[in-house]
């Protein structure tokens, strides 16, 4: 067998966008479901601050209504907990009736879950709405990034899996928009016209999915052969049977070791290895702080002092900057990588939080130097964030696992992003707030020890996946290439 060096591809990635357009389109129609997502995770910590909700859904506390910590751990994490199990059967669902059906699926019930939200009169009744929710979240998040990996060639791979990202910042936007103009109304449209925003884009994606493709990964695997190749001509192929091909070997290859597969098989041989970094990538974005620095923005600039009107101003500006940060993030992801833009990027944010903790404990703390330079920081995390191990962690658990186990193990990274999110949910508003901890800023210096070892850990176990096909990363994952080897390596021919 001869030996060749990696090569970088020779094709601009412009050209290949021009090429393959239909793919990138689609891709870029099914990542819509993704801005649910982060209208979702913005309105569970920011609706909390609106005036009326509190009213609605709190007690009053000396002098003014707060929503009690118990029920800020059930909002926040409820949606959480219904995307751990949304993840886990829309995997299996991916499998077995396609990404489209799967998809679908979830946006009849997202439609179902928003209408229990907007009508809730009990914290009881809005807690089932968000966890029926959080079922569709977890599917709105397994899809788009696998659905983009199966269709695009490996040129534009890690720009369409991370654009995913930019749909979630897209939606954390509108969700901040929407809550800076209805906050202050004297009614409970304040929260409800948030909520019902997200009719929207599931309304949208039902119009849409009869025309999207499926994945030719998926139409070969029921032997679809036909439908395989006019899907690949269709998403812009030059040569499909030759592309039909090397799909073919791949199956056959992983059909040799299991005819079926299951979630057990992602634990299994080199796809545990590659579990583990489709997990653990989630679980090192966690780490660095994210559902602290961003998802309680508001609601901590309101703690440090600032009025209700100024903390919402400075979130959507939080979230602008976020959104710059992800269309910087195209140029680094092929240029630099997604290992080395991981790293320096989580240990950048590493400082960040240790700095926001230093600020905190400072002796001139009431003095407004100390609360500005956190909300700086907060401002600077969020860039850095969204430039960094955001979108690559969309790319990486997209591009590491076998085609096989693609859906399951990207379903897994979710789960694992899910349970992170109940933990953080329950551990921060107990940690920030004021009839709990009382930490405030000080939680910075949690993250920055969790941040740190977030760093370690992609330094020693993430590889370098950029123009790598997929074939290439089953050689290289099933001999054990170590991660920091990958780039660069021979690989047989």
Known sequence: MRLRPHQPRTRSTWAVMKRHRVAVLWSAFVAIAAINWGMDALMSTSTISIATFERDFGYEFEGSYIISSRWQIGFNSASYIGQFFGAIISGNMADRFGKRLTLGGACVLSIAAVFVQVFARSSAVLLIGKLLNGVTLGTFLTIPSSYAAEICPVEIRGLTTSGVQLLISIGQLAANL???????????????????????????????????????????????????????????????????????????????????????????????????????????????????????????????????????????????????????????????????????????????????????????????????????????????????????????????????????????????????????????????????????????????????????????????????SFEELDWLFDQGVPARRFKGFVVPS
């Not at 056959?252 to 979630?263: F, G, I, V, W």
């Not at 990538?281 to 002092?305: C, D, H, I, K, R």
Request: aromatic share 12%.
């Open 178 to 468: 929407v809550i800076k103009g209805t906050g202050t109304l004297d009614s409970a449209l304040a929260y409800k016209i948030p909520f019902a925003l997200q009719f929207v884009f599931p309304v949208i994606l039902l119009i849409g999915l009869p025309f999207c493709p499926e994945s030719p990964w998926f139409l070969l695997r029921r032997s679809n052969t036909d439908g395989t190749l006019a899907t690949l001509t269709r998403l812009g192929y030059l040569c499909p049977v030759t592309v039909l091909a090397e799909m073919s070997s791949i199956i056959t290859h992983e059909s040799k070791h299991a005819s079926t597969t299951s979630y057990l098989d992602c634990f299994r041989g080199s796809n545990l290895r590659r579990t583990e970094i489709a997990m653990g990538v989630f679980a090192a974005a966690q780490a660095t702080g994210v559902v602290f620095a961003l998802g309680y923005s508001s609601y901590f600039f309101e703690l440090a002092g600032l009025s209700n009107s100024n903390a919402f101003t400075l979130s959507v500006g939080v979230t602008i900057l976020g959104l710059f940060g992800v269309v910087c993030s195209w140029f680094l992801i092929n240029r630099r990588g997604r290992r080395s833009t991981s790293l320096v990027g989580v240990a950048l944010l590493t400082f960040l939080t240790l700095l926001i903790g230093i600020l905190d404990i400072l002796p001139n703390y009431s003095s407004k130097g100390p609360v500005y330079g956190q909300v700086a920081c907060i401002i600077v995390f969020a860039f850095v964030y969204l430039c960094t191990i955001g979108p690559m962690g969309w790319a990486l658990f997209a591009e590491i696992p076998s085609s096989a186990l693609r859906s399951r193990t990207v379903g897994l990274g979710v789960v694992v992003q899910s349970l992170f999110g109940i933990l953080l949910n329950i551990v921060v508003p107990l940690l920030i707030n004021p009839d709990a901890a009382g930490l405030r800023g000080k939680i910075g210096f949690i993250f920055a020890g969790t941040s740190a070892l977030g760093t370690l850990w992609i330094w020693l176990r993430v590889p370098e996946t950029a123009g790598r």
